[in-house]
């Protein structure tokens, strides 16, 4: 027989109230300025309701940026290998922009600033390329090509995106998957 819960159950509005409260705080102050009062008032939650959810404010606003990726890899087809690379980084490349430049920015340099925050965005990280490089197939791969695949396809949108502010249109995603991709996953050197 179960132990009975503890307390009221969790309002799944108030976590959504706060996700949103912390992405866009994030958005308009910056990761350092950014604080467990500020959220919680702009929730409409207590203080208190934040800190029994998350450890700190590391945790929330990487719980925040979980919530907001609500899709995962296409699954692998029996069209080849380049028709489902070319699926995983058309998905990718559509995550990455669905991301606003302002959240990506101030997650960015909070990394650097908060050892907490680039712990729990890694560990996301390391999930999600684990998802992209399961969603294709692994005949024929040189050996390490899969850790290398789910560094440098999204590096290389991230910057297209972020840095180049260029569209990752398809001309473009079918370069990057028939120049740069295929051939690292094949082992081909130059």
Request: aromatic share 4%; net charge neutral; with cysteine.
């Amino acid at each position: 027989m179960e132990a009975p819960g503890v307390g009221r159950p969790r309002d799944a509005r108030r976590d959504a109230a706060i996700h949103e409260a912390a992405l866009a705080l994030l958005r308009e102050a910056g990761y350092d300025q950014l604080s467990i009062e500020a959220i919680a008032a702009r929730a409409g939650v207590a203080k208190t309701t934040v800190y029994r959810r998350y450890r700190d404010k590391a945790a929330l606003v990487a719980a925040a940026v979980e919530q907001r990726q609500t899709s995962v890899p296409p699954e692998a087809v029996s069209g080849g290998l380049r028709e489902n690379v070319l699926a995983v980084v058309r998905w990718l490349a559509r995550e990455i922009a669905e991301q606003e430049i302002g959240v990506l920015g101030a997650l960015f340099a909070g990394m650097r600033s908060d050892p907490r925050l680039a712990d729990e965005m890694r560990r996301i990280l390391r999930r999600d390329q684990t998802a992209m490089a399961d969603r294709l197939p692994r005949t024929a791969w040189a050996p390490g090509a899969a850790e290398l695949f789910a560094e440098v396809a999204p590096g290389v949108i991230v910057h297209r995106i972020v840095f180049a502010g260029e569209p990752c249109d398809e001309p473009f995603l079918r370069h990057l998957v028939d120049d740069i991709l295929l051939p690292l996953l094949k082992g081909i050197r130059a």
